[in-house]
Nanobody, 121 residues
Framework: QVQLVESGGGLVQAGGSLRLSCTAS????????MAWYRQAPGKQRELVASITSGGPTNYADSVKGRFTISRDNSKNTAYLQMKSLKPEDTAVYYC???????????????WGQGTQVTVSS
């Protein structure tokens, strides 16, 4: 069974930094694309950043230049380095990973439990 475990959320003042981590554990063949989403109260969940297994990244316009997504394939871990945080970045952040359980299976979509990020003004 695959599990995604997130860590690194918390309370920070505007202008501060946080780093989120997401580790996929269990028995599987490969973790492909890894991504971070966020959901603020009363709003839809939105893509923040994604990274393929080969390294290309994609960012929401609202976080470009402030957030950096990276991954360590040897640890099946994705990171989200967040700098120059703003109150509008306050949300629950979710990790999402596309995982192939075996070499011949299709990808399955997995979600973490979410970690709260609160940015005070």
């Amino acid at each position: 069974q695959v599990q995604l475990v997130e860590s690194g959320g918390g309370l920070v003042q505007a202008g501060g930094s946080l780093r989120l981590s997401c580790t996929a554990s269990g028995t599987f063949f490969r973790a492909n694309a890894m991504a971070w989403y966020r959901q603020a109260p009363g709003k839809q969940r939105e893509l923040v950043a994604s990274i393929t297994s080969g390294g290309p990244t994609n960012y929401a316009d609202s976080v470009k230049g402030r957030f950096t997504i990276s991954r360590d394939n040897s640890k099946n871990t994705a990171y989200l380095q967040m700098k120059s945080l703003k109150p509008e970045d306050t949300a629950v952040y979710y990790c999402n990973v596309d995982i192939k359980l075996t070499w011949y299976s299709a990808e399955n979509d997995y979600w973490g439990q979410g970690t709260q990020v609160t940015v005070s003004s």
